[in-house]
């Protein structure tokens, strides 16, 4: 019998509910599928029995590298595919996946896209190495935060990227992401004490300790990190995510003048990294600097904007970036520069309006209620606004003692 050219693999616990939704999509360009089950107690090993035979058993170990590792093992195609169950891969994925067969040479490893999905918040997308040749030097590494690249670059494979989109929904609440985090803090913890300091794992906890509240941990954690990354051979591409994650940890703990070196810090490596030097930028807006907002935007007009290795949030157009622009230049009194900004956004007058209407919507996100008030009005001398813009200017109405006015914006929003 002929060798696979691709196995997929994957490792599950408890995923009655997502897995059929994952095989399914599989058919059309697995030619051999391995799941390994970590001790579930619903219909997961049933489910999975329907669409393979290649079912196995793997006792926990609060290690996901080894998991993966014992799922490739079982493997027998030329190429390996990591999935999870929560992983979804549309029809046209599947058929770029089936013409990526072609290059299996067993001297690349490709990236594909993947896009994290959450109800709750924004999507982001990053790089990840998802398909690698199935060869015993290329396995995962770390127990958590498992990493399959490292091994690639010491096989000295090409690492290809690829536009093939991988769409994670895990995680899709707030509460299920503090689960998760908890769990992660203490198999964190286990490494640390088993392996000692790596700026991998303490990268790790920085980013767990945040969205559980401990800020000041999560600022010592990175610190601790970045300074493990320089004398590191590996997560080198960390180092700007490292000052980043710093200067918005510092920001919501109220230490602007921290924060701001660490931006300082960033904008000198970023090497016009426009997913950096925009999210500096807002920083800078809310600090209340804004001609360094301005340029750091400046930074990002008209420059493509691809994921990297780090997940992050879809860049805004080079339209809104103007607007962007536009608020601090108006916050530092230029308004002839912020009407030419404002201008330059929109193509026609409706256009205009909406980018009023945008505008004001940021300076009431940020509480700056008459730069706000302005816009609103403004956008409403271009057309109609949207329902939440009324309500909007009817709570700023309110706030200056236009009590009229207020109930006027309230029955247009809907009120």
Not at 336 to 352: C, E, R, V
Not at 373 to 388: D, H, K, S, V, Y
């Amino acid at each position: 019998m002929a060798r696979p050219e691709l196995s997929v693999c994957m490792i599950v616990k408890n995923e009655a509910e997502n897995l059929p939704g994952a095989l399914d999509g599989m058919k059309a360009f697995a030619d051999e599928i391995i799941i390994v089950d970590t001790g579930s107690t619903d219909a997961t090993k049933e489910i999975a029995e329907k669409y393979t035979s290649n079912v196995h058993y793997f006792e926990w170990i609060d290690d996901f590298a080894a998991a993966r590792n014992y799922a490739m093992s079982k493997a027998t195609g030329r190429y390996h595919l990591w999935l999870d169950a929560d992983d979804r891969i549309t029809a046209e994925n599947g058929r770029h996946i089936n013409a990526l067969k072609s290059h299996f040479d067993g001297r690349k490893a490709f990236y594909f896209v993947l896009e994290n999905r959450q109800n709750d918040a924004p999507p982001s997308s990053c790089l990840q190495l998802r398909c690698t040749p199935l060869i015993p030097e290329v396995r995962f590494e770390s127990p958590i935060h498992e990493q399959i690249f490292p091994s690639a670059i010491n096989a000295g494979l090409q690492l290809v990227k690829t536009d093939i989109v991988v769409c994670h929904h895990g995680y899709m609440t707030q509460e299920a992401r503090i689960a998760k985090a908890k769990r992660n803090l203490a198999m964190l913890e286990r490494e640390l004490q088993r392996n000692g300091a790596r700026g991998g794992i303490y990268f790790f906890l920085a980013l767990t300790h945040a969205p559980m509240g401990d800020r000041e941990k999560a600022v010592q954690c990175m610190e601790a990190a970045l300074e493990l990354f320089e004398n590191e051979n590996i997560n080198h591409h960390l180092i700007p995510e490292g000052y980043s994650f710093i200067a918005k940890v510092l920001f919501e703990l109220g230490d602007y003048e921290k924060s701001i070196r660490n931006l300082e810090k960033l904008r000198s490596m970023a090497c016009g990294s426009p997913i950096h030097n925009f999210n500096g930028a807002i920083l800078y807006q809310r600090m209340g600097k804004h001609q360094e907002a301005i340029e750091a935007f400046r930074e990002v007009y008209g420059k493509e904007f691809s994921p990297g290795l780090f997940p992050t949030q879809p860049m805004p157009n080079d339209s809104e970036i103007l607007l962007h622009m536009a608020y601090s230049t108006y916050c530092i009194n230029d308004r002839p520069g912020a009407l030419k900004l404002i201008s330059a956004s929109a193509s026609d007058k409706p256009h205009t309006g909406r980018s009023w209407e945008w505008l004001g919507t940021k300076a009431f996100a940020f509480e700056n209620m008459a730069l706000a008030q302005l816009a609103f009005e403004t956008a409403i001398r271009f057309g109609e606004i949207e329902p939440e813009t009324w309500d909007r200017l009817s709570k700023i109405y309110k706030l200056r003692g236009f009590l009229e006015k207020s109930e006027e914006c309230r029955k247009k929003a809907g009120l």
